[in-house]
């Protein structure tokens, strides 16, 4: 797109996938705090979030430690690293994914027609953070580790309760990588 930016056809179906998938992580991630209408802003960048992992493997995944826990200080470093930036990356999280909502909820789609999304740069990096997250998420759910993994997916029979999740997981890559290259051209 000229000035930067991408444009992407979707079609009724994937709208609807695409925007259920992504409110489903916006549920995921969590609502956040709203802060008090005179609550001090210098004060809020210091609020301390969770300094344990999330229980939720897929959390786990989309807010990993920052550090190994090999040693009892690489694991006290992690978690005073979490306490004060998890809550802010959650937000970020959550932002992006609203980015992504409110642009499709801005589509009039047709039955059986697509129509062209057009992203500015800032939303389509939104757009690529939460791409990301729910294949981050999708592949914590479908317990792929590794690329060599996700090969043995596309040969899962149609019966496997997996299969539709499969299909969103390589669909979501493919609009991932789709979005990059038309980002570095």
């Given at each position: 797109?000229?000035?930067?930016?991408?444009?992407?056809?979707l079609?009724?179906?994937?709208?609807?996938?695409?925007?259920?998938?992504?409110?489903?992580?916006?549920?995921?991630?969590?609502?956040?705090?709203?802060?008090e209408?005179?609550?001090?802003?210098?004060?809020?960048?210091?609020?301390?979030?969770?300094?344990?992992?999330?229980?939720?493997?897929?959390?786990?995944?989309?807010?990993?430690?920052?550090?190994?826990?090999?040693?009892?200080?690489?694991?006290?470093?992690?978690?005073?690293?979490?306490?004060?930036t998890?809550?802010?990356?959650?937000?970020?999280?959550?932002?992006?994914?609203?980015?992504?909502?409110?642009?499709l909820?801005?589509?009039?789609?047709?039955?059986?027609?697509?129509?062209?999304?057009?992203?500015?740069?800032?939303?389509?990096?939104?757009?690529?953070?939460?791409?990301?997250?729910?294949?981050?998420?999708?592949a914590?759910?479908?317990?792929?580790?590794e690329?060599?993994?996700?090969?043995?997916?596309?040969?899962?029979?149609?019966?496997?309760?997996?299969?539709?999740?499969?299909?969103?997981?390589?669909?979501?890559?493919?609009?991932?990588?789709?979005?990059?290259?038309?980002?570095?051209?």
């Open positions: 797109m000229p000035g930067g930016g991408a444009a992407v056809a079609d009724e179906v994937e709208v609807s996938i695409l925007r259920s998938l992504t409110v489903q992580l916006l549920e995921l991630i969590g609502p956040g705090e709203e802060p209408a005179d609550a001090d802003p210098l004060a809020a960048l210091f609020a301390e979030g969770p300094s344990k992992p999330p229980a939720d493997p897929a959390l786990r995944r989309l807010f990993p430690d920052a550090y190994g826990d090999d040693t009892e200080e690489l694991r006290a470093a992690a978690a005073d690293f979490r306490r004060y998890e809550n802010d990356l959650r937000a970020r999280k959550r932002e992006d994914a609203l980015v992504v909502v409110r642009a909820d801005g589509l009039d789609t047709e039955p059986e027609e697509s129509v062209l999304l057009k992203l500015t740069p800032d939303e389509s990096r939104a757009w690529l953070g939460t791409l990301n997250d729910l294949r981050l998420t999708i914590t759910r479908l317990e792929i580790t690329d060599e993994e996700s090969e043995r997916l596309y040969r899962l029979p149609d019966s496997d309760p997996r299969k539709p999740m499969v299909m969103a997981y390589l669909w979501l890559g493919a609009l991932q990588e789709s979005l990059i290259e038309t980002l570095m051209s």
